[in-house]
């Protein structure tokens, strides 16, 4: 069947704890979801077998939507009337995920390009080993020995350069002997992209004791970085050796029309793909119980972090053990009373399925999101950046500006688009309070859409643009994407009630709002229209992304939430004074209409 | 449950010998396989502190590799014409020389291996070896899940040392007798508590609630992620209900009560993610009274009659009984949309909470 003939879809992305399908069907041009069902993932005992909650799923989906879809524990393909589909594809993210350990000679340059290498395939780092990383030589090597990874990323050196750091690594690679995670009879793959001048000797240490990969160096040079044969090897590596350790992957590798994807891959995939079509920058946010991933495009360029403990429910008490109690107090607009915090949060982790029952406890959940997607931002930020130790020409001008190699590559005044999915974003009770956190975590400056993934479609949506883009976009366009607004906020400070800001909007609808933002103040406009103009005049001192004072047209979204203007200023900080601090909050709480009253 | 027949798989984390055979009858200290985990390895730099060039280095070793060499010996030096001038490099391990690399310069010493024992853990039989990494054990008797803990597998005998399950274990209450022993507390047990414990030698609390202030004095750290048992504090700690002060489901102390006197196995390890595991006390052997084991017979659905303890604000703690099972989702105080249950409290008042906020208590 060729890619043009594909109607009907079916797709999976097997979680941790759910199984979920989605049915794509086109009609007329565009292709729309049309039904879903969910399982639970059945890879732990006593099932041991993914298909199985693959199977419950899909089969949820064929009595909501009449179709046949399985015949026994295959899938009819071609569709046919209302019998079969075209493809089957899926992702996975379940048993824990793919874990990998990876290693660079200095950490700063080689060991941050493999850690990028290794994010970017969607697997969790566990460690990054360098040679300058600051451990002793046999805390590394104890290190590698504790560690169970389901395969590691060897790499340093720049082509033709030294080969010393790099075998160094080798040495304590083969020293330390370790298994992988799935499979303790099985040789433990080993990825190598380091200095081609030592292929020899690294075949002649790890050749034996592991099952050795050589492929291109991923940083050839200084000034180049190359991630994609590595991340190729790691996809192969990941179907061929995981996927076949874990239970019933084998099975579920026969019934897929198209390679499985890690899940933070396939959403990595969808997000590059929604930034290129729309020439956007975004910034992608998956926060779940245990982790929140980070996924962005600036200027073309694609990031991915995962920030393995920063969740809501798991390891809620550790973004409470970062970001620290204060910093969690801080969001919330009534006192409580540190111990009763703590245990509370302890609680969550311990009893993680419990959910919020009153508005003050929904606040509490709604502060430590904030913070979470805080502190996975900023670890985003830090390893998003331009390549570190890449000489720079200057001119006599850039030198009075002395810019650091190695810069973030994440500007929030240049920021287009923010997309939420996990279940604090996705499903607030009032959707009002999803751009907030999202907004107050991340503060946006000069002009940012802002939309959830309702359901956490973009896994499907990733694997499925591998085969059909067309097909991936027309769903998250129409379907997967629940368009909040946009998002105003001046960049600059002033006295509180100092006008910053005159605004005004029109909607393709023909409808139109306008006002002025003073300094201080939150406004909330309800504001539907998919599409519409704004024109913007901050005053002296305040930024839309045009320059200080500088008039701005551009064209936004409305949405479920409308236009949020900020005029909390950037950098935004709370007011030190707990009563003036739980005023304001107060004050925006309500201005935004975000919790009953 | 009274008596539960209860199975526990004993693995070593890499290959070694199985001590045990099938069908053989273990004590908790029985160790039932064994391996050894290869020693340590520690890096010299032999070319830099000789002032060599890497290549070189084979001409200057004293030993090579495989061979064995204790701490202090020395293992390369240089052959200068002035004896001033020598340097000897001495091993910082005793061990054998595992590598002498001609690329970097350095000579990797590996510590001999230790050996990992595995011990039985529970008394009971052995219904499956596993070749080369262990065996399952399987028991019969009480066993009783906690909520939370922290250090690993310990043993001893259960002394129930407050009189009822709301009472607070105090300082007080804690004696030289306690030694060794597992001490059972009521609704809390504060940190001047737990740290008395620990210098009385006792080997475990168990006990409704801690503050996890108190825990985070206790192991100097804020737990970030629930994955517990190898923390060392000088016991084990299991709590049954939560963080907060919560009195000790009244059924959880009357079957530690039953059992008071007799030897139980405890181990505080937790895992909320994925394969979970629970804190748990096994106490092997009948109880009183009781004269046949069962499987496991936990129905796995809530009816109207079970008793259920709340694990959430605004009413965490408190215990009930279903009243009835509304089947629509039902918009909660938070505005969320959620299945609920009402709940008749003792007094006659009844409330509704969500499904997910509630744990269903054994009767």
């Known amino acids: ?84 589909v075209d493809i089957y594809v899926s992702t996975s993210s379940a048993g824990g995920g793919l874990q990998m350990m990876v290693a660079g ?47 590691m990323l060897l790499s340093g ?96 590798m026969k019934m897929v029309g198209a390679p499985i994807m890690p899940t933070p891959a396939a959403v990595g995939t969808m997000t590059e793909k929604f930034a290129k079509a729309n020439n956007f920058n975004v910034l992608a946010v998956d926060i779940g119980g245990a982790t929140t991933d980070v996924f962005s495009v600036f200027e073309g360029v694609f990031n991915r972090t995962v920030s393995a403990n920063l969740g809501m429910s798991y ?78 020409e200057r001119s006599i001008s850039d030198a009075f500006e002395q810019t650091a190699s190695g810069q973030s590559l994440i500007n929030v005044m240049r920021l287009d688009y923010v997309i939420g999915s996990g279940g ?117 001192g305040f930024d839309m992304g045009a320059g200080s004072g500088n008039r701005v047209e551009a064209d936004i979204e409305g949405g479920v939430v409308g236009l949020v203007l900020d005029g909390r200023g950037r950098p935004f900080t709370l007011a030190k004074d707990p009563s003036k601090r739980r005023d304001d909050l107060n004050k925006w709480y309500k201005a935004m209409g975000m919790y009953p009253v | 449950m009274p008596c539960t027949v209860l199975r526990k798989k004993r693995l070593l984390p890499i290959p070694g010998k199985v001590l045990a055979a099938m069908g053989q009858q273990v004590g908790a200290m029985d160790v039932v396989a064994q391996t050894e985990l290869p020693g340590k390895v520690f890096s010299v730099n032999v070319a830099n502190r000789l002032a060599v060039g890497p290549e070189e280095i084979k001409n200057f070793m004293v030993k090579n590799e495989g061979d064995a060499v204790k701490k202090g010996e020395i293992i390369a030096e240089n052959k200068p014409f002035l004896k001033w001038f020598k340097t000897s490099i001495e091993s910082p391990v005793e061990g054998t020389v595992e590598s002498v690399s001609p690329v970097t ?103 409704g609630g801690i503050h996890d202030r108190d825990l985070r004095q206790l192991l100097g750290y804020d737990i970030g992620v629930a994955v517990t048992g190898t923390e060392k504090i000088g016991l084990t700690l299991i709590v049954t209900e ?35 595991m629970r804190p ?6 009948y109880p009183k009274n009781v004269s046949e084991c069962k499987k496991d017979q936990g129905r796995g659905w809530i009816e109207p009659g079970d008793p259920i303890r709340i694990i959430r604000e605004p009413h965490f703690g408190v215990i009930g009984t279903v009243k009835s099972l509304p089947p629509e989702l039902t918009v909660i105080g938070s505005e969320s949309h959620a299945r609920v249950l009402e709940v008749s409290l003792e007094g006659g008042e009844v409330i509704v909470v969500p499904r997910a906020n509630i744990e269903v208590l054994e009767k």
């Open chain 2, 105 to 207: 310069g350095q000579v990797l010493l590996r510590e001999p291996p230790k050996v990992l024992p595995i011990k039985s853990y529970v008394k009971g039989s052995i219904v499956e070896v596993v070749p080369e990494f262990g065996v399952t054990v399987e028991a019969e008797g009480t066993f009783i899940q906690g909520i939370f803990g922290v250090g690993g597998e310990t043993n001893g005998e259960i002394a129930v040392a407050v009189s009822s399950p709301d009472e607070e274990l105090t300082a007080e209450a804690l004696s030289e007798g306690h030694r060794g022993k597992i001490v059972v507390g009521g609704k809390h047990a504060g940190l001047a508590t737990i740290k008395r414990a620990v210098e009385l030698g006792v080997n475990a609390i168990v006990v």
């Open chain 1, 424 to 540: 604090i974003l996705a499903h607030s009770p009032r959707r009002t309070q999803s751009m907030m956190m999202m907004i107050d975590a991340y503060q946006p400056e000069g002009i940012t859409r802002m939309a959830v993934d309702s359901i956490f479609m973009m896994p499907h949506l990733g694997v499925l643009a591998q085969i059909s883009e067309k097909a991936a976009l027309d769903v998250f366009y129409n379907d997967c994407l629940v368009r909040l607004g946009t998002c105003l906020a001046p960049k600059g400070l002033a006295k509180e009630g100092q006008k910053i800001m005159e605004w005004e909007v029109t909607g393709s609808d023909g409808s139109r709002q306008a006002g002025e933002l003073r300094f201080g103040e939150m406004v909330h406009v309800p504001f539907g229209a998919p599409k519409a103009k704004l024109v913007a005049k901050p005053v002296k």
């Open chain 1, 157 to 252: 050196g720049t082509d033709g350069g030294t080969v010393t750091h790099v075998v160094e690594l080798a040495q304590f690679l083969k020293a330390a002997d370790p298994k992988p995670r799935l499979g303790a009879s099985y040789k433990l793959p080993v990825i190598y992209a380091g200095n081609n001048k030592a292929h020899g000797q690294i075949k002649e240490i790890l050749g034996d004791r592991t099952a050795l990969i050589i492929t291109e160096n991923l940083r050839p040079s200084l000034e180049r970085e190359n991630l994609m044969p590595a991340r190729h090897k790691i996809h192969d590596i990941f179907l061929e050796h995981v996927m076949q350790q874990a239970p019933g992957y084998p099975r579920l």
């Open chain 2, 280 to 285: 748990e006390i096994i106490v092997p052997g």
């Open chain 1, 105 to 151: 000679a200095v950490k700063a340059m080689t060991g941050e390009s493999a850690q990028r290498c290794a994010l970017g395939a969607g697997a969790i780092v566990m460690d990054v080993l360098a040679s300058n990383d600051g451990r002793a030589d046999h805390e590394k090597i104890e290190r590698i020995r504790q560690l169970r990874p389901d395969m």
């Open chain 1, 315 to 392: 390891s809620i008490s550790n973004v409470m053990a970062e970001a620290g109690l204060p910093n969690i107090l801080r969001w919330l607009p009534f006192d409580i009373d540190e111990q009763d915090l703590r245990n509370r949060l302890k609680n969550k982790m311990i009893r993680p399925t419990t959910i919020p029952q009153t508005v003050e406890d929904l606040q509490v959940e709604h502060a430590v999101s904030r913070e979470a997607l805080r502190l996975a931002f900023d670890q985003h930020k830090a390893l998003a950046v331009g390549l570190k130790g890449v000489q720079q």
């Open chain 1, 1 to 84: 069947m060729s890619k043009k003939d594909l109607e009907v879809i079916i797709a999976t992305d097997c979680g941790s704890t759910t199984t979920k399908a989605i049915l794509i069907e086109k009609k007329g041009d565009t292709y729309r979801q049309t039904f879903r069902g969910e399982a639970p993932t059945t890879v732990e005992a006593p099932f041991e077998d993914v298909t199985k909650g693959v199977l419950n799923a899909i089969t949820e989906v064929e009595e909501l939507s009449g179709r046949r879809i399985l015949d026994g524990e295959k899938i009819l393909t071609p569709n046919e009337g209302k019998t079969g």
């Open chain 2, 242 to 276: 939560g963080f907060g002060m919560i009195p000790m489901a009244e059924y959880t102390f009357k079957l530690l009560s039953s059992r008071n006197g007799e030897h139980a196995s405890v181990s505080g390890a937790t895992q909320i993610r994925a394969g979970v």
